[in-house]
């Protein structure tokens, strides 16, 4: 059984550019739900999708944003990217929010 | 609001020793509690969890307690191995969201 998916693995983009990242999850996983991970500030939820909607969303700007496909993959995109933005991007999967997520390997975004 | 957090950021044990990691959540409506290990250049994985209605739970060389009268959660690693060494976090459930704490850095002396 496949893992989550993510794409691209490491991202090099800068200042006032947008980006889009993708994430493939688990055949069968309904929810996928985004983060993002810098040192000394864990992993901090951006949002969750499930069956394509947004069910809940992080406290982030609403340069933030995603969106979730019928075959349950989803994208996230950032615009007018800040240097702050430098982060792992992570993406897990499960069947519901309240059961076991499985995460992908992320993407390094590094803005320049 | 909610907040997972982490006691130590570190934690160092000799090879053959037994780990406990420690976390305190303060949301206590929150039923559902999850251990991840995440080792370097990769996305964290899930070790074990642990719904609300329960107070211990154990797996393959580690369990997890849950006090929820101090709102506190531990993970314990019997025999630890160098292969333990990664940062682990606890993440509880809450309005559909998966908060997570800081993380602790185990790391194994051989």
């Known amino acids: 059984k496949a893992g989550v998916t993510q794409t691209p693995r490491y991202l090099i983009k800068t200042r006032g550019q947008q980006v889009t990242l993708s994430c493939s999850p688990i055949?069968?996983?309904?929810?996928v739900s985004w983060y993002q991970q810098t040192p000394g500030q864990g992993l901090q939820f951006l949002f969750e999708y499930f069956s394509e909607t947004q069910r809940n969303k992080g406290n982030f700007p609403g340069r933030f944003s995603g969106r979730q496909f019928s075959n349950s993959r989803s994208e996230m995109n950032v615009s007018t990217l800040e240097l702050g933005d430098s982060a792992l991007y992570l993406c897990?999967?499960?069947?519901?929010?309240?059961?076991?997520?499985?995460f992908g390997q992320g993407t390094r975004l590094t803005v320049v | 609001g909610e907040s997972v957090g982490l006691h130590l950021p570190t934690l160092s044990v000799q090879e053959g020793d037994n780990s406990i990691i420690n976390c305190a959540y303060s949301?206590?409506?929150?039923?559902?509690f999850i251990w991840y290990k995440q080792e370097s250049g990769k996305g964290p994985q899930f070790i074990i969890d642990?719904?609300?209605?329960?107070d211990k739970r154990q797996g393959q060389r580690v369990t997890v307690l849950l006090n929820k009268t101090v709102k506190h959660l531990s993970l314990q690693i019997a025999a630890t191995q160098p292969g333990d060494s990664a940062v682990y976090f606890c993440a509880e459930t809450g309005a559909n969201n998966l908060f997570f704490g800081t993380g602790t850095r185990l790391t194994v002396i051989p």
């Open positions: 055949s069968g996983h309904r929810s």
């Open positions: 897990a999967s499960s069947r519901r929010l309240e059961t076991e997520a499985f």
């Open positions: 949301n206590s409506a929150s039923d559902y």
């Open positions: 642990i719904r609300s209605n329960m």
